[in-house]
């Protein structure tokens, strides 16, 4: 019963006396009996006696000398108990309602085991290790586990759900980003971003008569209407330009 040793067995109908431990005084748990008084102990209480002074605590025989008594754990085994996840800590709801013979709790739980007929038992996702209940395992591993496999939705790059949406997105080649100048134009992909701001209409250039010595800047939207305005500057800059 290596794997019931961390849950605790409720019976439906209490046992009686003959089934409980001289030692420790709960219902035995893997049955031994004593050659000296023909008393009943749990297998893991003999073991603790053996290694305090080894005597019987019944009868004070020493050494004690202990035989797993197998009818008795065959009685043992038909008792009825309820699942030892009836109810989950934790867990909002009912656990799981199954009802068997105690010989067949650790089958029913699978301890350990990804898939089991227990829904409420702990187990492990195998991508990251996450402790989860076996009935939200599969919508952990689609839904939420950082481990799981994802593709960009914008270069198609595989890794996991952490790795694309904490380091990838910030050098995704095909990341969309909004133009730096905020215009109407679409979302453009990383790589495209400088030539796009090269036709942009927000981008701020300088006057095309600059190096007459227009210092004028501007949209390259207003670009036009400055040049159509500004005829006879231009015109007298130009003259001044080469009459140096
Ligand atoms: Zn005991
Ligand atoms: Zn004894
Ligand atoms: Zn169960
Ligand atoms: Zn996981
Ligand atoms: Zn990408
Ligand atoms: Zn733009
Ligand atoms: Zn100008």
């Known amino acids: 019963m290596a794997g019931l040793e961390r849950f605790t067995v409720t019976f439906v109908i209490p046992p009686s006396k003959d089934f409980e431990c001289s030692i420790c005084l709960s ?10 008084c023909g008393s009943h102990f749990c297998q893991l ?11 019987c605590p019944v009868c004070r025989e020493k050494p004690v000398n202990a ?8 009685q043992l ?3 009825q108990v309820y699942c030892p996840r009836r109810s989950v800590k934790g867990f909002q709801g009912t656990g799981c309602d199954w009802v068997g013979e105690l010989g067949s709790v650790e089958e029913h739980l699978a301890v350990d085991q990804l898939k089991g007929e227990c829904q409420y038992v702990e187990v492990e996702c195998r991508l990251c ?16 586990c950082p481990n799981r496999s994802i593709s960009c939705q914008y270069c198609g790059f595989q890794s996991t759900h952490e790795n694309i949406t904490k380091q990838h997105i910030d050098v ?39 190096e007459m010595g227009c210092k004028e800047k501007m949209q390259r939207k207003f670009l036009q209407q400055h040049l159509e305005s500004n005829v006879m500057q231009h ?4 003259c001044q330009a080469f009459h140096v």
Do not use: W
């Not at 400088?194 to 008569?209: D, G, K, N, R, Y």
């Open 27 to 36: 219902v035995l748990r893997e049955p031994y009996l004593t050659t000296c």
């Open 45 to 55: 209480c003999v073991d603790n006696v053996k290694k305090k002074n080894n005597e």
């Open 67 to 74: 035989v797993i008594d197998k009818y008795f754990r065959r």
């Open 77 to 79: 085994n038909q008792l």
């Open 129 to 144: 290790g996450q402790p989860n209940l076996r009935r939200m395992l599969s919508k952990h591993i689609n839904k939420s």
């Open 172 to 210: 995704c080649p095909n990341f969309p980003l909004v133009c730096t100048n905020f215009c109407s134009s679409t979302m453009l992909k990383g790589h495209e971003l400088p030539s796009h701001l090269s036709t942009c209409l927000e981008q701020e250039v300088a006057c095309s008569f600059g």
């Open 235 to 238: 015109q007298m800059l130009t």
